[in-house]
């Protein structure tokens, strides 16, 4: 048992902490108020490999192992989740099911350009009607000679905006469920794709969040991401690895509300003494710390599996669940340590709280998880699933 | 164009530091150690000036083992090579003894332009640059805030920030610089650029390697001796100025004219 971090993983820790702490912090609180899409930050962290990070050096990829991914993702989340958003979104959601499943031409097509900050990539599988219950989905995909033709709407998709390069899901086959579904990759410039409706959202308010609408939307056969019929397959692949994201994420805001009412205890005057010397306060900062550490610990124990090679679905479950609801009560706890100060905009724990929501939705819900974890709890025949 | 910065690992200038009890030196117990941030500026100038002309950009350091992370950290902005001098025989050495370790070790690598910081953070001396220069008979210029070498590579003329105004100088290649922070922006280390330094190898030299004794840049070279490290004197309390505007106003103006004598 070793709990150490490699010398390659602390030195990528410091250099994104720096560059986060430089480049994206001052403006997270801006980003936030008025949410614009921070493209300059984005081409910085491209230019320090961050958005193909564990994308193989051949394809310009950084070529890290999960440790050092959910690391920098913590980095750049304790910054501003909306800026981690967009990353994590190319790098676990697009870059890594094309690492995976792509074919040799898909990958020397599609990565380098994800890599560099010459494209953004999103993710398309909630539908209006499905969410939760994605294998259902809706959009249709038939084949017209060398091309398929989608057809569907696609909601919440992050980077939907920007993004040029899309994976899509649609149900290609007869077959009832997931095994009805194929992943595309679909670029914007194909015809028929268009950018639908911007929600306007609670919190990572600088990433974008859109409706993408596929109305016969012709995709070249050559742009069927793995067989026909593998999509769900590929879709819940890549959830595992996204919800190490997420979990990372949350892990980070967590930490900056902790980060941030732990200086605030020490130097806020009441009653003549600092409000960090009552132990209700103390109590309160304690159990955050613990919470939080204890979700970096689930974290890292999903990464180091998913490095080993190991099947880490439950873990990745796992972790995703308890570090969200850690960043909801920690950022919950912060604002309380603030007081009427926590409750303004002129300090950044809303903010923070505001953030931590969306990680116990997207990505699967917290009641998702708890489901993925119990059917690995009962074993899938005591819950009947199919 | 084959470039060679000198870096120095020094503690991260926002660490607090504790200097062990006889004063004769610094706690190491817990401290973040970093390339000296003028150091940093170094490495930018010379990966910019082998992106400009290409070439080799070859760190060179002198320090215990440790000082290799440093190295690493240049090697991960994109430097090719890195040689640590590491030698116990070194304890105690001053800044001439040490400059001359460089010069030996800068003698074997080719060399069209020597890049050091300025100064390092923790003990400022700013000397190492120029002994440097005089041991290996380069042409120097010191605290350049702007460099522009001519198309050839032949030679460059710099901006130096002296009291007052700024002085244009022009050294033939090849030269010693040292840089100030004003020169450019330091890349960050890239992660694959932390990834590729990773595999590569740190050459560690010892005085024998480099045909020099203790006798001769060891503590008994030394022209200089440490006598005491002591902390600075803690800073005294504010003071808060009471009373309404107009009273608190001139009560700061008395103080500006009279205590403080900037009025």
Redesign the interface.
Known sequence: MDFQLTDEHRMIQATVREFATREILPRAAALDHSPTFPAEIIQKAAALGLMGMMVPERFGGAGVDAVSYVLVQEELARASAGVQTIITVNNSLVCDPIAHFGTEEQKRRYLPRLCSGASLGCYCLTEPAYGSDAMSLQTSARRDGGEWVLRGTKIFVTNGVEADICIAYARAGPEPGARGISAFIVEKRFPGISVGKVEKKLGIKCSSTAEIVLDDCRVPASNLLGEPGTGGKIALSTLDGGRLGIAAQAVGIARAALEEATAYAASRQQFGRSIGEFQAIQWMLADMATRTDAARLLMLRAAYLRQQGTRYTREASMAKLFASETAMWTTHKAIQIFGGYGYNQDYPVERYFRDAKITEIYEGTSEVQRLVIARHVLGKNVIGDS | MNIVVCVKQVPDTEAPIRITPDGSGIDETGLTLVMNYYDEHATEAGLRLREQFGGTVTLVSVGPERAR?AL??GL?MGADDAVLVSDPALNGADHLGIARVLAAVIKTLPHDAVICGKLSTDDNAATIGAALAEYLGLPQATAVAHLEVDAAGTGAVVHREVEGGVEVVAVPFPALLTVERSLNEP?????????KA?RKEIKILTLENLGLTAAEVGVAAARTALVRLSPPPARKAGRIVEGDTEQAVAAILAFLKDEAKVL
């Open positions: 992370e690493r950290t991960a890349r960050y280390p890239s992660l694959p650029g932390i990834m990773k």
